[in-house]
């Protein structure tokens, strides 16, 4: 699985890293950014949960 944040749609809410941090890191642009290439499949669904979480749906996963 892949996920992406559409850097134009984040607003910096810090809630997607805090439901999935091996998946989302906060940067010093005050955005969310994804850890890495492929999601590890042991952080799929807080990617997804993450995905459904996400205020502003700044949020892909496929
Ligand atoms: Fe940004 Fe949404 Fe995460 S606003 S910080 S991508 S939950």
Redesign the pocket.
Known sequence: MKAK??QD?????????SIAPEV?E?RDDG??HVIGDEVPQNAENDAKE?EG????N??TTE
């Open positions: 944040v559409d749609a984040c607003i910096g809410c810090g809630l997607c890293p989302f906060m955005k969310a993450a979480s996400c205020p502003v700044a949020i």
